[in-house]
């Protein structure tokens, strides 16, 4: 019996007769994108490449989970005549023999070859295409929601918005803050499909001493890059409102984002670290900070649970329509037993509704009533087309979040054009990477929001992205990797220069694909000299004071401004000496050689009219 029909370079034996064959190079999953459960028949494919009726082997009945699947499927060999074979992997979703092909990941070949020869199958390892695995973490809870002042435990919401599969160990590094040398690992399993999501539970084996502490997320697999918060900060504090007053406890409760636009009933996940069988009875508390004060809003009893010993349980509790209770914001649940006993921490859960604004084509998620603030959402019914304009107010007089976070557009496949807003301050990591038909993304505030890793399809330029200021923009925090078309304006006799109606003129301009540099010159008749990297040089007698600049494209160029320019023209050779100034204006060396020009630091200058890049 072998798995496959992804197959390893290398067959190891199991058992007697039983031959296993694990993962195509980098072991796929099958994989479940669905939101329901599915019930099929499964078979692999051999068709023959010289054409011909293919053969199916050791049909059987699979059931995947939603977000999950299997890592093989097992079948026996076929007998099969001397020839080349596709293979791949079939399903049917009906009794009937209609299998059809499984959907292939976006890094694997539709199928990989096998060879026969007197009888014997070999299989040939080329489907495997090279890719690339990005993680992006978007949410870390529970770090400092230890039970019993101990273990530490975490969930993180981990996206893959590589075209790569991942499956593989997630490392959580928790270092003492006070103490670097007291530090410990938590470690988890993470299978992330390409284009997918999942939650991951992180359960540690170290009781920590109480302080503040900084952790850290890596992978031991080099081939995975992890995009993160450069560090997460919380506090563990055995004595403090963590303490548990009995030997039985209440871990978490989930969801831990509760949308009151939906019907949910609230799971609690129960533990009991005695070595007796437990029957409680739990008084549930959804309590909210007021001001200084705390506020119940909802009291409940649940049935009696039992929990057996040193085991632990889970199930869902009924607590009518909270919705008619909760508005948005956050609150925490305290869970008692029927003594009045501390069962649970204070867990944490946020109330959020989400909601669309017809007449602004948006959906949110209202995330603070009190506060009046949302965040963009997917629509409630559809997805997002063509261009997409996000407002700063929708509804009820809600504030948009002035970050833009989460995945909402990361995979979006429809969207040509996004505008944001101009109060936009940040955009998460992650925002557009896999947009695949996102042609143009509109930033409308006059400051450039910070940008996180990964925002942009890759590929997209400066050519694809519209900024009001591209000189600010590009001097921001994340905007190195885009590469602005830029020009350096010099004068000469005196002369003054406005560029597009600006005061002062800075030594390098950047420009947006779109843009266009009209500069006003004070102080008599003129000459300006353009030169262009590409070997474009002009130079243009200006009469009336002003002068608009040719189109840069992507390129970078300098312009001359000067009443007598008649040796420009050697700015498109090599001078044989000249004043070196990097490209924000400042002066560096005098009267330079290009012997001088090899002993500077690595960078790039502008030595007389010519750019130079020293390596």
């Not at 669309?356 to 603030?373: C, F, N, T």
């Not at 012997?595 to 790039?604: E, T, V």
Request: glycine share 8%; charged share 20%; net charge negative.
């Amino acid at each position: 019996m072998a798995s496959g029909p992804f197959v390893h370079e290398k067959n190891e034996t199991y058992g007697d007769e039983e031959l296993r064959v694990d993962g195509m190079v980098d072991q796929p999953m099958f994989y479940n994108p669905l939101g329901f459960i599915q019930n099929v028949n499964v078979a692999v494919a051999f068709e023959p490449v010289a054409g011909g009726e293919r053969v199916l082997t050791s049909p059987q009945p699979l059931t995947f989970q939603v977000n999950g699947g299997f890592r093989a499927i097992y079948y026996n060999n076929p007998t099969l005549p001397d020839g080349d074979y596709k293979v791949y992997a079939v399903y049917t979703p009906t009794t009937e023999n209609d299998y059809r092909p499984i959907g292939v990941p976006y890094e694997y070949a539709d199928y990989i070859t096998a060879t026969v020869a007197n009888g014997e199958i070999t299989y040939n390892n080329d489907g495997y295409k090279p890719g690339e695995k990005h993680l992006i973490i978007t949410r870390v809870e529970g770090l400092d929601h230890t039970p019993y002042g101990a273990i530490p435990s975490a969930n993180l919401s981990i996206a893959n918005v590589g075209d790569i599969d991942f499956y593989g160990p997630i490392k959580l590094t928790i270092t003492l803050d006070d103490d670097p040398q007291y530090t410990f690992d938590i470690t988890g399993t993470a299978s992330v499909p390409a284009g997918g999501f999942q939650n991951v539970e992180f359960d540690g084996d170290v009781q920590p001493i109480d302080g503040n502490y900084t952790m850290t997320i890596s992978s031991d697999d080099e081939s995975v890059h992890i995009v993160c918060d450069d560090a997460y900060h919380f506090q563990m504090d055995a004595k403090g409102n963590r303490a548990i007053e009995t030997n039985y406890a209440c871990l978490a409760v989930t969801p831990e984002y509760y949308d009151l636009s939906k019907t949910v009933s609230p799971t609690f996940v129960l533990d009991n670290a005695s070595d007796k069988d437990v029957n409680v009875t739990m008084t549930i508390n959804l309590v909210r900070i007021n001001g200084n004060e705390t506020e119940t809003v909802i009291t409940a009893k649940s049935p009696q649970i039992s929990i057996p010993a040193n085991r632990g349980t889970e199930g869902a509790i009924t607590m009518g329509n909270i919705a008619q209770y909760v508005e948005p914001g956050d609150y925490y649940w305290q869970i008692q037993n029927s003594e009045g006993k501390a069962m649970s921490f204070n867990i944490p859960v946020h109330f959020l509704r989400t909601a669309e604004d017809r007449e602004k084509q948006i959906a949110y998620q209202e995330l603070s009533a009190r506060e009046k603030i949302a965040r963009v959402a997917s629509p409630l019914d559809g997805t997002y087309a063509g261009t997409v304009t996000i407002p700063e107010t929708v509804g009820d007089g809600y504030k948009m979040s002035t970050t833009l976070d989460g995945t909402i557009f990361t995979f979006s496949q429809n969207v040509k054009e996004i505008v944001l807003p101009q109060n936009l301050k940040a955009v998460g990591n992650g925002a557009f990477y896999q947009a695949g038909s996102l042609e143009k993304v509109t930033f409308t505030g006059a400051e450039a929001p910070k940008l996180g890793h990964l925002v942009f399809p890759e590929g997209m330029t400066a050519e694809g992205i519209s900024v009001p200021d591209a000189n600010i923009y590009a001097r921001a925090a994340g905007w190195e990797d885009i590469d602005f078309p830029f020009v350096v304006i010099s004068t000469k006799d005196g002369l003054k220069v406005k560029v597009n109606d600006r005061e002062e003129y800075p030594a390098q301009y950047y420009l947006n694909a779109d843009e266009t540099l009209t500069l006003t010159i004070e102080g008599g008749k003129c000459q300006v000299g353009v030169y262009l990297s590409d070997g474009t040089f002009t130079v243009t007698d200006v009469t009336d004071g002003t002068f608009t600049l040719p189109a840069l494209g992507t390129k970078y160029g300098t312009v001359t401004i000067g009443k007598d320019l008649s040796g420009i023209t050697e700015t498109a050779d090599t001078p044989a000496s000249a004043d070196v100034y990097t490209v924000d204006g400042l002066k560096v060396l005098d009267n330079a050689d290009a012997a001088a020009l090899r002993n500077l630091p690595a960078g790039i200058y502008i030595w007389g009219n010519v750019k130079y890049i020293k390596k």
